[in-house]
T-cell receptor
Framework: DSGVTQTPKHLITATGQRVTLRCSPR?????VYWYQQSLDQGLQFLIQ???????AKGNILERFSAQQFPDLHSELNLSSLELGDSALYFC?????????FGSGTRLTVV | AQTVTQSQPEMSVQEAETVTLSCTYD???????LFWYKQPPSRQMILVIR??????QNATENRFSVNFQKAAKSFSLKISDSQLGDTAMYFC????????????????FGKGTKLSVKP
């Protein structure tokens, strides 16, 4: 158990819809990173939050947004979903020696 | 910008044999860590091994060891006595660090190598 909790594990939704993915980092960890893993693009960094503030942005679409709340959990919001958004979405906590990942949310857009 | 390249999309090995997965990277940074992550069919990302760039000694974790060639920017993973449970995707990853080893940014991943261990 990595200590990073992601919910839900699976999500099936239709094109054009909006979904919210949730991540709780390890106790005491201030940072949250979101990654997308798709078949064609591999693992890509989306966005980082640190203690409630956006710290870095990667290849995140404008239709996607995220936030980190005072209790340090984070939510990734995906809107106007397209078939190509189907992917595994991971969040991770940063520790001095690297990163630890949650078990991911499998998003399927139909 | 940093890049990570894994040139072997797929590999297979017989149980109990040894296999080496290749990874090269490109960076102008001096302080960084390199990682190998394993992703079994369960899709969980599991840290296999970590190498600090400032260390000359190659990292070892039980059956897993690396060959870190800093000048050549090469970071290969050797799996000894392969087991069926080693069947997974393996990702090489790069992380920039501060002078004191703290994380400084996100992980940059290679495309992965799919390893199959055959009985």
């Amino acid at each position: 158990d990595s200590g990073v909790t992601q919910t839900p594990k699976h999500l099936i939704t239709a094109t054009g819809q909006r979904v919210t993915l949730r991540c709780s980092p390890r106790s005491g960890d201030l940072s949250v990173y979101w990654y997308q893993q798709s078949l064609d693009q591999g693992l890509q960094f989306l966005i980082q939050y640190y203690n409630g503030e956006e710290r870095a942005k990667g290849n995140i679409l404008e239709r996607f947004s995220a936030q980190q709340f005072p209790d340090l959990h984070s939510e990734l919001n995906l809107s106007s979903l397209e078939l190509g958004d189907s992917a595994l979405y991971f969040c991770a906590s940063s520790v001095p020696s690297g990163y630890t990942f949650g078990s991911g949310t499998r998003l399927t857009v139909v | 910008a940093q890049t990570v390249t894994q040139s072997q999309p797929e590999m297979s090995v017989q149980e109990a044999e040894t296999v080496t997965l290749s990874c090269t990277y490109d960076t102008s940074e001096n302080n960084y860590y390199l990682f190998w992550y394993k992703q079994p069919p369960s899709r969980q990302m599991i840290l296999v091994i970590r190498q600090e760039a400032y260390k000359q000694q190659n990292a070892t974790e039980n059956r897993f060891s690396v060959n870190f060639q800093k000048a050549a920017k090469s970071f290969s993973l050797k799996i000894s006595d392969s087991q069926l449970g080693d069947t997974a995707m393996y990702f090489c990853a790069f992380m920039k660090t501060t002078n004191y080893g703290g994380s400084q940014g996100n992980l940059i991943f290679g495309k992965g190598t799919k390893l199959s261990v055959k009985p």
